[in-house]
């Protein structure tokens, strides 16, 4: 085979990868998030608290989720990372069918934690075999095509959810979004190619594997690691947030329906969201380059752009004021996604890629997506003796302050970068 010829062939693998791994990441997101928008008919359903859905949505899943995270990583750094997605695919899509079955809130629980189990296998290994697959100087672009996953498996999941809740109940809406999950991992088991490790760097991989601990000592001796995992996870708790009761709060402030609301909040999370993470991850590309304290600086400077713009979020009497409100804030807030996952790998050597990964996911999602929809469902119980129904609102506008303080951080960690990057293996 020429050298063409060669590159040709990697060239196209490592699209399809890509592809094939941006739909499983929007299984992924479909899955986790279509019970936001089925929040209030199951809180009526079966007669639980905002404080009981908070933790259905946040801390059950969250704590299996961030928590196997890891040792699933340790297992996907020295095994083959792409049978482990199938595995992990496959589990979660079948439990997201099963949280239809559910008739209290403990069935729905164990429900939830079985997609955090599966969801576990899902990003490390991913986020190691782009890494494989894209040289440093494409990755963070790499990464946020891989994360427009989220956003578009929040818009699929709010506008399935939505509409089929309307027509046929929120227990139709967990089988319809769980089962086509399962032909997908077969997809990803029999078509996608497991890249040989430093693949893009054109680096043999001869190291021994380290241990967890020795990966979190080797990255908390990052100061530029320890600001940017504590400023994503602030990020993440306002966003998780919000992305997990701002359906609820557009149905008690506004009365609208489920089905108008997984229409509009939906295009507004899809598009302006999967726009925000693209554009997160070009200019911390671009910026970064030249000068690679930008390569986190770019999100610190979008995340205090946002703040005002919640504010009118949250204070706005109109419903279309209030929805068109959210387009820049959900922009601005997608661009953490891309370089703080980029430049993770960045400063990783090779065999502790996928862990470095889980243990940045483990700090983002504890903190972001166990406490963020937790703590606004608390405050919202917390305040509804005096604002009633709006209580929710300003829950949500109480915690979107945080953003100020995740900024702070993403400075602190741009200062400390050139120095941690990690330059051979």
């Not at 590159?7 to 592809?19: E, F, K, P, S, V």
């Not at 949505?57 to 699933?72: D, E, K, Q, V």
């Amino acid at each position: 085979m020429s050298s063409t010829t060669q590159h040709d062939h990697i060239h196209r693998a490592r699209h399809y990868a890509l592809g094939i791994l941006v739909v499983v990441y929007t299984f992924n997101f479909i899955d986790r998030q279509i019970l936001s928008i089925l929040l209030q008919p199951v809180k009526d359903d079966l007669g639980l608290s905002d404080t009981a859905m908070g933790m259905l949505t946040g801390f059950a899943f969250a704590a299996f989720y961030a928590t196997l995270g890891i040792p699933i990583a340790r297992f996907a750094d020295r095994s083959n990372r792409r049978n482990l997605i199938a595995w992990a695919l496959g589990i979660w899509s079948l439990m997201t069918a099963v949280s239809g079955l559910a008739q209290n809130f403990w069935h729905l629980l164990l429900a939830r934690i079985g997609v955090g189990i599966g969801e576990a296998g899902c990003s490390p290994p991913a986020h190691s075999m782009i890494a494989d697959y894209y040289p440093a100087d494409q990755r963070a672009t790499a990464l946020g095509i891989y994360s427009l996953g989220i956003p578009f498996g929040i818009m699929f999941g709010l506008f399935a959810g939505g509409w089929i809740n309307e027509f046929f109940g929120w227990r139709a809406a967990f089988f319809v979004v769980g089962l086509p999950g399962i032909l997908l991992a077969l997809l990803v088991r029999f078509t996608l190619r497991e890249p040989p490790r430093g693949m893009a760097e054109g680096r043999a991989d001869v190291s021994d594997q380290p241990g967890v601990g020795e990966t979190l000592r080797y990255l908390w001796a990052k100061k530029s690691f320890r600001h940017m995992s504590f400023a994503a996870a602030l990020t993440a708790f306002v966003g998780y947030g919000f992305v997990t009761w701002a359906p609820s709060f557009l149905a008690r402030s506004y009365g609208m329906g489920t089905g108008e609301i997984g229409t509009w909040f939906g295009l507004i999370l899809g598009i302006p969201g999967g726009i925000g993470i693209a554009l997160g991850g070009y200019f911390a590309d671009r910026f970064g380059a030249r000068d690679p304290r930008w390569f986190l600086w770019t999100t610190a400077v979008a995340l205090l752009l946002a703040v005002p713009l919640n504010v009118f979020i949250y204070l706005s009497t109109d419903s279309t004021a209030a929805l068109l409100a959210m387009i820049l804030p959900v922009l601005l807030g997608n661009f953490y996604q891309a370089t703080t996952f980029s430049q993770t790998q960045g400063i990783s050597a090779l065999r502790m890629r996928a862990v470095a990964a889980g243990i940045l996911l483990f700090i983002i999602n504890i903190i972001g997506l166990g406490l963020g929809p937790q703590i606004v469902g608390i405050l919202s119980d917390l305040l509804n003796p005096r604002y009633g129904d709006e209580s929710l609102r300003y829950a949500l506008l109480i915690c979107s302050f945080l953003y100020v303080w995740a900024a702070a951080h993403y400075f602190a960690a741009g200062r400390h970068l050139k120095d941690d990057l990690v330059v051979d293996g």
